[in-house]
């Protein structure tokens, strides 16, 4: 028997609780993984609280992300001892995830843990600091660079967005944050930013062409905030959406696509290919440094994920949040 957090719902209302749990239990996979590390994102709050209908299968233990070891593989990707990482798949949604001490997995979600990144960091990374990596690599492939100008980066407390600015600040771009909590202004730039401003003047509606401001955008939050940081995005810029904190919708026109030539690229992290995700990893691992870790997460024990969860949807957890399943 081991631990798990378990989702179930009944008439239509889902309950959490952690419970014991069987491997007999667990959904099919060609692999079974001691889990060392999983996080608790955004996803995985509104799966938990119930606020939004992530789970799509129950009974479910949630979790997007896991770290782990391997004690069992019919697959010849994988050797047992190895150390595996997953992000997405629908795991945590439609698969037993990440926030219990075992899980069962189709190998092909897999990636072996990239050298020089050990097992906890790797979680501290996480689906957050993946996704940013990715869409750091499709401004790079638009063709954006450091002497392109200013880079937005919304949404900027969490996790998305700090790894974002820590990246590109690596990478030598001016960027420029923006945040609903004008308080963490300093931890911001202790990220890389160079620049702050309130999520206000973005966060209303606005007109469908303004004043050219940005290179580049990494948005993480949707609605008028990114309908805002298009119509601001110079000719030729390249504006990235992997979030929606604010909203799904996207009340914008098409003026600046078809009259500054302005590139919108979706981010998906959840069924990425393997050969997207292995570069990305294998660039995180080139240009973070010991030291990106240490204030950019918070670690807490699996009892503790329901309670911290309900904080992240308020807006109360900066950075990232990391689950020890062993403590």
Known sequence: MFKGLFITQEDKKSAVSIVDLSEDQLPEGDVLIEVHYSTLNYKDGLAITGKSPVVRSFPMVPGIDLVGKVLQSDSNRFSVGDLVVLNGFGVGEVHWGGLAEKARLKSDWLIPLPKGIDAKQSMVIGTAGYTAMLSVLALEKQGVTP???????????GGVGSFAIRLLNRLGYHVVASTGRMEESDYLKSLGASDIVDRKTLSEPGKPLQKERWAGVI??????????ACASTKYGGVVTAC????GMDFPASVAPFILRGVKL???????RPLADRIEAWQRLSELLQPTDYDNICEEIALQDVVETAYKLLDGKVR????????A
């Open 265 to 271: 690229i979706g981010i998906d992290s959840v069924m």
């Open 219 to 228: 948005d993480c939050v949707g609605s008028h905030t990114l309908a805002n």
């Open 147 to 157: 002497d392109s100008g200013d880079i937005l980066v919304t949404g900027a407390n």
């Open 243 to 246: 979030g929606l904190a604010q």
């Open 319 to 326: 950075g990232r949040v990391i689950v020890n399943i062993k």
